[in-house]
């Protein structure tokens, strides 16, 4: 390994960023993210920068423990995950004076996220190590002084900053004070760390942007036996084992990188040995290991975990180098198969090389090639998609099939912190959407095509029940989006709050499905003018008019409120091509061009944007201002 | 020095440390290398721990302030069978 140490200094030192990233990848794939080789990768990443495409993302860690080693941990992890981390860590155990005081290191710095990694040792001692003196009555008051406590950080939290919080659980000690006795006759120990976490978890659902991190479920998958550290705890104040601590950085990755954006909208699958043991093409449908049982049920477990990843709102396709007729057979009919057909958005079974697989799937899905998740058990394959398609996010398979379902579980990428009811249903969309394709292949003329669709289009201020997705739409959509300003739910509220400011979500059903909250524009009007702030669409509604119905209303809204120009600017980005032409294919005229981006203006007093008339106006349209 | 532990030790400490491999001896300290402070100790003793798969004890790390007195006490633990 130290010639691949030296090796990854050439490349860096000759500019090859590629080759420095992939032997990076190579070397932590290797030896895992100890203390060691976090030190030597963060090193190389710090130079490497400029030649890797990375989110920056501002983290602040308020502990009650040492968390100094996990930072450059946390921070490779992050650089290989496509995140540029700057993390601040508070001091010892103030974090609630960081919290109370407007004026604290920790709001100066204006993190985007804010972990509050305090354990029960700090903020429950009682709890942790003199539960066996308490009577019930105070460890019933122990536990509402820790929950007020929390509650009042997290409400003083919300009013100075708009940053995420990711609030630790509360852990329990291996063994309760009491021992088997404990909780037999009354509740125990472990019941009241429980009602305390449960309290936390209460909070941080009626808290926009606050997220509990399940403290305890970590330190139980890594066994506490192994994850404590008493004597470190004691001289050093680390409570963990040097082993685990890339175990606590991964578990803040999961949080951070939903957090951030950087996320698979689709996992695209490898199929033999990867959602089944052996080659379908020589061992025949009969012949792959498949099934509920030993060997099979190691890829059949991994496909619950892929059928889960479904219902977050992730999308799975297939790229495999098979024969269609023999893999479809298995798809179709074989009885051990939980993933059919229609749960897959885009099939690619052919010989073709895995990447042109790959950006063929991004085009028919209408996303990104960075928005692909690749799985395969094959390391060449891999290796080759990470040389031809760096913003792919590959994922290493393990060698042993019965890791593939934990490695999928744990992976930072498939993690979402908001659901919609679209994210849910989004697979469905996908199979409607191959219905319309083959409507409009049937279809005369486009016309006709577009008025079979059915399209009916609400328009709609935000309102609670659609801000998480209105504020997800505006931090995922990046093709169809004029501005690609990204916000958070906690600044929509302060934009719906706005008088001058208006915010709409439109939602689209047609013959085949409702496709649920599609689009968000914001507007602000200032003197005779409405500018456009935001204007987004998500990719599978473009094209059928629903863009043109969404402006018409935003000019009838306007003028309605006296206005004589809507106005907005174009920001090109490197993915929203698509959106170049929506203005003056609508009528705007182009009054200024600076580097960033273009202004366009629609005449109001001599213009009009027309609703297209195969598109029905939902219930929901407001019509007065 | 030289022998198997030694090699692990200076690679090891040349990561953790920032530090150009061929530069360190078995004097290698804090007082040598300017980057050595009190946070890249503890780094550099976790790294230690998880390579070696055993847990040091707070008077052990507090003598281990040279890449030789390192060795030294690892090799001392894989010495006595109830380490790691």
Redesign the interface.
């Given at each position: 390994m130290?010639q691949l140490r030296a090796q990854i200094d050439r490349w860096i030192a000759e500019g090859s960023g590629w080759g420095a990233a992939a032997g990076l990848h190579e070397l932590l794939s290797a030896e895992g993210l100890?203390?060691?080789?976090a030190?030597?990768a963060l090193?190389r990443y710090e130079r490497l920068r400029p030649h890797l495409s990375l989110i920056p993302y501002k983290v602040a860690i308020l502990r009650s423990f040492?968390v100094?080693?996990v930072i450059?941990i946390l921070r490779v992890a992050g650089f290989r995950n496509g995140l540029d981390l700057t993390v601040q860590v508070g001091e010892f155990n103030v974090y609630a004076q960081e919290i109370l005081d407007e004026a604290s290191v920790l709001y100066g710095f204006d993190p985007q996220a804010v972990i509050l990694a305090v354990d029960t040792r700090s903020v429950a001692p009682e709890l942790w190590s003199e539960y066996a003196d308490l009577s019930s009555r105070d460890a019933e008051a122990v536990v509402d002084r820790v929950c007020q406590q929390y509650r009042d950080w997290v409400q003083v939290f919300r009013r100075y900053t708009k940053a995420h919080l990711i609030v630790h659980e509360l852990e329990r000690p291996a063994f309760p004070a009491m021992g088997v006795f404990d909780g037999q006759s009354a509740p125990g120990q472990r019941e009241r760390i429980a009602e305390i976490n449960g309290r936390l978890r209460m909070l941080a659902r009626e808290t926009r942007g606050v997220y509990t991190l399940d403290y305890q479920g970590l330190v139980s998958r890594r066994g506490s036996d192994n994850w404590n550290?008493e004597?470190?705890w004691?001289?050093?104040r680390?409570p963990i084992?040097?082993?685990h601590?890339p175990g606590l950085a991964g578990e803040w990755l999961r949080y951070l990188q939903p957090l951030s954006g950087r996320v698979a909208k689709v996992a695209v699958l490898d199929l033999d040995n990867t959602l089944w043991g052996g080659v379908v093409g020589e061992d025949g449908p009969t012949g792959i290991r498949l099934g509920s049982e030993h060997p099979g049920a190691a890829y059949q477990l991994f496909q619950r975990a892929l059928l889960d990843l479904t219902r977050r709102g992730i999308l799975l396709a297939v790229a495999s180098k098979n024969n269609p007729a023999d893999a479809m057979e298995v798809i179709e009919k074989h009885d051990g198969m939980l993933l059919r057909p229609h749960h897959f958005a885009a099939l690619r079974i052919n010989w073709n090389d895995k990447a042109a697989s790959l950006r063929e799937i991004a085009a028919e899905l209408n996303v990104g090639v960075d928005s692909l998740a690749f799985l395969d058990d094959n390391p060449v394959e891999r290796q080759r998609v990470r040389g031809e398609l760096p913003e792919v996010m590959v994922i290493d398979l393990p060698e042993d099939p019965w890791k593939y379902a934990t490695t999928i579980r744990e992976c930072p990428f498939f993690e979402r912190l908001a659901l919609s009811e679209e994210d849910r249903h989004r697979t469905e969309y996908y199979t409607a959407e191959k219905q319309r394709v083959a409507l409009e292949s049937s279809s005369s003329t486009r016309e006709d095509f577009l008025r079979s669709l059915e399209q009916v289009a609400e328009i709609a201020a935000v309102n609670p029940q659609t801000l998480a997705r209105v504020a997800q739409l505006t931090q995922k959509t990046n093709q169809f989006n004029l501005t690609t300003r990204r916000y958070s739910e906690q600044q929509v509220t302060a934009m719906a709050d706005d008088p001058a400011c208006q915010v709409l979500s439109i939602r689209v059903k047609d013959r085949y499905c409702d496709n649920g909250l599609v689009g968000v524009a914001v507007t602000r009007d200032a003197g005779d003018a409405c500018t456009i702030d935001t204007f987004l669409l998500s990719c599978r509604v473009i094209g059928r008019g629903v863009e043109a119905a969404f402006l018409a209303h935003m000019a009838e809204q306007a003028r309605l409120r006296g206005k004589a120009r809507l106005e907005g600017w174009f920001l090109p980005t490197k993915k929203n091509a698509p959106a170049r032409e929506f203005y003056s294919s609508h009528g705007f005229e182009q009054v200024r061009e600076e580097p960033q981006g273009s202004l366009w203006v629609l005449d109001l007093e001599t213009k009009a944007a027309a609703w297209p008339d195969w598109i029905e106006r939902g219930t929901q349209v407001e019509v007065t201002a | 020095m030289t022998g198997p532990v030694w090699e692990q030790v200076t690679?090891?400490a040349a990561?953790?440390?920032?530090a150009d491999?061929a530069s360190l001896d078995e004097h290698s300290g804090p007082e040598k290398i300017e980057s050595w402070d009190s946070?890249q100790h503890?780094?550099?003793?976790?790294?230690l721990?998880?390579?070696f798969?055993l847990?040091f004890?707070?008077d052990e790390?507090d003598k281990m302030t040279t890449l030789g007195k390192i060795t030294q006490v690892i090799q001392a633990h894989a010495g006595s069978p109830s380490s790691s």
């Open positions: 130290s100890s203390n060691a080789t030190a030597f090193a040492t100094e080693p450059p550290d004597r470190k004691r001289s050093v680390l084992a040097a082993p601590l | 690679q090891i990561d953790v440390l920032g491999r946070v503890l780094n550099l003793m976790l790294a721990e998880s390579h798969s847990q004890d707070p790390m």
